[in-house]
């Protein structure tokens, strides 16, 4: 077994075991699982919500964007700040609603606001549904990751077996504490090694960043411009937009039990002052992707850039750190992917009244949702795809709904939101599978929102027309001071 192999391993239990030692006592119930009981600080909450940002594809995809789209790699760069920005002057009102009413999830807050189950269950499948396919993308990137580097189908398969067996372990034995305890070593030895690699690898193949940006404006200058072709100017501006108005509105459901997680509003709104210049790192893989344009052709996979370089310029000892940090991108994400999709089917879709039931139904998703993503990831890889190209496109259709629950006096009602929601949904799917060339390099998931908001909007109208005029949110007089 080589060195590289042997680090990757020991990579992988070594995740598995920080997660383990993140539970403090046996849950109580579903609550302290899946938001750690309210109570973390900024310590914690810095390394959970930037642990949702670096994922498997910011490590590797963000250099393969650069190796393949140049500056266009750069439009993930201001889309969370942004995001940041309007949930700093959110995360008072959320935290508030949160703790008051006991939201676990997105479906929680949906079926509250709007007063109705059916949106709260519709909210939930979605959810589920859009963030199946990146679920699986974390585990298939696992053994991507460990297959580039060894080129062993073998080891690649036996990877992602035992990090999703361990993955599954600490969830189900620590819940969200699990999450955080391993976010930790995750960002540190990431940090660590983007900043090596951005070091070593510009220096072995140009003399240095100065120098191979240099080399590259010669030998291939339109990677230096957002121009003309896949990743064109639309593409750019409407892709961060639509990332943003997802971070902004806390679309995505994994996103949630971090945020209520919070033991006040004061650390989270500290987080969201700070967090803006953690996004500066992205800048690191990025610059290992525009070396990869001096050194790799063309035709190599975009994905593999980033652990290609590394295995020419670093030894073998310090390739197996990299490819730990890879995994640690891959594994914990997938955690906390799992702890928003259980959440989800225990609280807002199987509707169990008995709290046992309830845990044992989140305890029992967590393995199934898992099994099915690592199934799918070693004998179909391909099958969830394309679904994967609607996760953010789909997620973002909630934006409406939950941006008019965050108001103080309800100004809709749950059918113009449902009709809305589903007409977006509608044009999303259309727009990626059908015909995916009718609005060219635009966002479908942009489009959708523009035809979600007019449909409301219609609806909402229609409805005050007709005499049914919007209500309190339940429990909740017209003004709330939260």
């Not at 009244?353 to 898992?370: K, L, S």
């Amino acid at each position: 077994m080589t060195t590289t192999l042997v680090f990757t391993f020991a990579g992988i239990v070594l995740i598995g075991v920080l997660g383990f030692l993140g539970r403090r006592k046996p849950a109580a119930d579903l609550a302290e699982w899946t938001v750690g009981g309210r109570k973390f600080g900024a310590m914690a909450m810095w390394f959970l919500q930037a642990g949702e940002v670096f994922t498997t594809f910011t490590f590797l995809g963000m250099a393969g964007l650069a190796f393949s789209g140049g500056v266009a790699a750069m439009y993930a760069l201001p889309y969370v700040p942004i995001g940041y920005i309007v949930l700093f002057f959110l995360a008072k009102r959320l935290w508030s609603l949160g703790k008051r009413r006991g939201y676990l999830t997105q479906g929680d807050f949906l079926e509250d606001r709007y007063d109705s189950r059916l949106l709260g269950t519709v909210s939930a499948v979605l959810g589920v549904l859009f963030v199946l396919p990146y679920l699986q993308l974390q585990i298939t990137g696992l053994g991507l990751i460990v297959k580039l580097v060894t080129g062993d189908a073998a080891s690649s398969t036996l990877s992602m077996v035992v990090g999703s067996l361990l993955v599954v372990a600490f969830v189900l034995w620590a819940g969200l504490r699990g999450v955080a305890t391993t976010s930790y070593f995750k960002d540190a030895i990431m940090l660590v090694v983007l900043v090596v690699l951005m070091i070593a690898i510009p220096t072995h193949f140009a003399g240095g960043i100065s120098a191979m940006f240099h080399r590259v404006a010669e030998l291939r200058p339109q990677l230096l411009t957002v121009h003309s072709g896949t990743n064109d100017l639309t593409w750019f501006t409407t892709s961060m937009l639509v990332s943003a108005i997802g971070v902004g509105l806390m679309t995505l459901p994994q996103t949630w039990p971090a945020v209520m997680s919070a033991r006040d509003p004061k650390v989270l709104r500290r987080n969201y002052t700070w967090m803006p210049l953690y996004e500066i790192c992205l800048m690191l893989p990025m610059i290992v992707g525009f070396a990869a344009v001096l050194v790799l052709p063309k035709e190599t996979n975009s994905n593999g850039v980033l652990l290609t370089l590394s295995k020419q310029v670093l030894p073998p000892w310090a390739t197996g750190l990299v490819v730990v940090a890879a995994i640690a991108t891959a594994m914990v994400p997938a955690a906390g992917i799992l702890i928003g999709i259980s959440s989800l089917v225990a609280r807002n879709i199987a509707r169990v009244r008995n709290e046992r039931t309830q845990f044992w139904i989140n305890h029992g998703t967590v393995v199934g949702a898992c099994a099915l993503a690592l199934l799918l990831g070693i004998f179909r890889p391909d099958l969830l795809a394309n679904l994967l190209l609607l996760t953010f496109s789909g997620t973002v259709q909630l934006a409406p709904a939950n941006a008019l629950g965050f108001l103080r006096r309800k100004v809709v009602t749950k059918m113009p939101v449902l009709l809305g929601l589903i007409a977006g949904e509608a044009v999303v799917v259309w727009l990626t599978f059908v015909d995916p060339g009718l609005v060219g390099h635009f966002n479908a998931g942009l489009v959708g929102l523009a035809v979600n908001v007019v449909v409301l909007a219609i609806a909402a109208a229609v409805e005050r027309a007709t005499g049914r005029s919007p209500v309190p949110a339940e429990g909740e007089p017209a003004t709330v001071n939260a």
